[in-house]
T-cell receptor, first 114, second 112 residues
Framework: DTGVSQNPRHKITKRGQNVTFRCDPI?????LYWYRQTLGQGPEFLTY????????KSRLLSDRFSAERPKGSFSTLEIQRTEQGDSAMYLC????????????FGPGTRLLVL | GQQLNQSPQSMFIQEGEDVSMNCTSS?????WLWYKQDPGEGPVLLIA?????ELTSNGRLTAQFGITRKDSFLNISASIPSDVGIYFC???FGGGSEKLVFGKGTKLTVNP
């Protein structure tokens, strides 16, 4: 399968714990995006990378959130000191810089903070 | 955060009927996309539109990029049970702002 992959698919954690999610984009895609989706809503943009550079961050990305893409391939999203409001589906998407760019999504990581 | 106005919120139809849903925005987008999402999964791309006025088909699906660049619609013809899911429109500004802005989705139920 050459699509976007995300791990883990599900994560249950206690409030105050740190969690880390991983995204592996489609190979040769140089852009990688993180979105968050809560129940009954569409995905909301968090941040994106072009190669290893983080080019845009949403105001939704509080200082408890950090994302990295150290070698321009896979990316990690870490949430420190989780809160119940962080419970959501975290989606990763990738694309290749082109005149007509299209973002392809992974299956997501569902986070539940107890 | 900013979202598109997508309607209807939900639809209940009989198998074989045609379906129409649309998205409007106060902002101009350079790209419109339509995705379908099944429960517990990520959105799957259905159709991408890159030019104002563009009409594009993908099997039984047809979508159009509005000429004002502030709206788009998606039609599904002769619906089948596997069309069940949530359909999202998304707009992309481009020109250095590459994030997608999503609608709240249209939940489609197809009765066999």
């Amino acid at each position: 399968d050459t699509g976007v992959s995300q791990n883990p698919r599900h994560k249950i954690t206690k409030r105050g714990q740190n969690v880390t999610f991983r995204c592996d984009p489609i190979s040769e895609h140089n852009r990688l995006y993180w979105y968050r989706q809560t129940l009954g809503q569409g995905p909301e943009f968090l941040t994106y990378f072009q190669n290893e550079a983080q080019l845009e961050k949403s105001r939704l990305l509080s200082d408890r959130f950090s994302a990295e893409r150290p070698k321009g391939s896979f990316s990690t999203l870490e949430i420190q000191r989780t809160e119940q409001g962080d419970s959501a589906m975290y989606l990763c998407a990738s694309s290749f810089t082109a005149y007509q760019e299209t973002q392809y999504f992974g299956p997501g990581t569902r986070l539940l903070v107890l | 955060g900013q979202q598109l106005n997508q309607s209807p919120q939900s639809m209940f139809i009989q198998e074989g009927e045609d379906v129409s849903m649309n998205c409007t925005s106060s902002s101009i987008f350079n790209t419109w996309l339509w995705y379908k999402q099944d429960p517990g999964e990520g959105p799957v791309l259905l159709i991408a539109l890159y030019k104002a006025g563009e009409l594009t088909s993908n099997g039984r699906l047809t979508a159009q990029f509005g000429i004002t660049r502030k709206d788009s619609f998606l039609n599904i013809s002769a619906s089948i049970p596997s069309d069940v899911g949530i359909y999202f429109c998304a707009g992309q500004f481009g020109g250095g702002s590459e994030k997608l802005v999503f609608g709240k989705g249209t939940k489609l139920t197809v009765n066999p």
